[in-house]
């Protein structure tokens, strides 16, 4: 079954009801940023001794790939951590998400909601969670698998098979690989949903550029798949390394700075930066 989700380039998800243990995720390091597969949430950490993920951690994952993913939601679930993990996964993985038992979980306290709530206690978000269960009965390639019950795979639908990137771009990356190349001085921003290639197109450009190109990012890891694709044509800065350079520096700057995953960047500091570039993407 994987691998015909590969094949569709798909990754569906399956709810998955309170289990009393969670196996760690095979390939951890002691920080769980670079296991192939993930686990993320309070009660994975506590169960994993360090290998998981704090929600809060997994922005730091943006730019990356990684193969399947578990969200333990026991605690609470921050639903922005979960749509981000969801984007770091590559085609034909699984996204395994651990409730509280189904029935009860809309009337359980949510940990989570102490980062958004002036509740001085947790608090039960039971609107949201009725709608969340909901729209994962109701979608028909959620798999909901109970304690105590038979696993049921939903059944994948017919799909033609996802092209695997070979290197070439796709049609809608070189149409604007031309216009960029093509570009003058100015403000370019490419928007998408996640795994649409952004940063795949960022690093086209790079590769193909004549000029000189730098890349940035809230980390060297989020600028991974960028990176790649430029070939190492790209010197990477930190954003804060990178306004300093360009206040004392009087040489000649790169004439393209690449931005990747802008929006976890305070947008001050890349208003600063602006200037100093022929061309900012």
Known sequence: ???????????????????????????????????????????????????????????????????????????????????QLAGVLRAGS????LTPPWQTWPQRRDADSQRW????????????????QQRLTADAEVS????????QLAPLP??????????????EQQALLTQLLAGERG???????????????AGMLVQRSALNCWITGPSRAATEVAGRWAEDKAQFWAPDALLAHCRQSDSALADWLLVDEAAAIPAPLLQQLIAYFRGYC
Request: no cysteine.
């Open 187 to 201: 403000i370019w921003v490419l928007t998408a949903p996640r795994g649409r290639g952004k940063s795949t197109l």
């Open 144 to 151: 909901i698998w109970q304690q105590g019950q038979p696993l």
């Open 1 to 83: 079954m994987q691998q015909r989700m590969q094949r569709q380039g798909h990754p569906p998800a399956a709810g998955v009801k309170r289990r009393r243990r969670l196996v760690p995720s095979a390939g951890a390091t002691a920080d769980g940023r670079h296991a192939r597969r993930l686990a993320v949430g309070a009660a994975a950490k506590r169960r994993t001794a360090r290998r998981a993920l704090n929600s809060g951690e997994v922005r730091g994952l943006l730019g990356q790939e990684r193969l399947h993913a578990v969200f333990d939601a026991g605690d609470g679930l921050d639903v922005e951590a979960l749509a």
């Open 158 to 171: 017919a799909r033609p098979d996802w092209q695997a990137p070979d290197g070439s771009p796709t049609g």
């Open 117 to 132: 709530s002036d509740s001085p206690q947790p608090i039960a978000t039971p609107h949201f969670i009725a709608h969340l």
């Open 94 to 97: 699984w996204l395994l998400l």
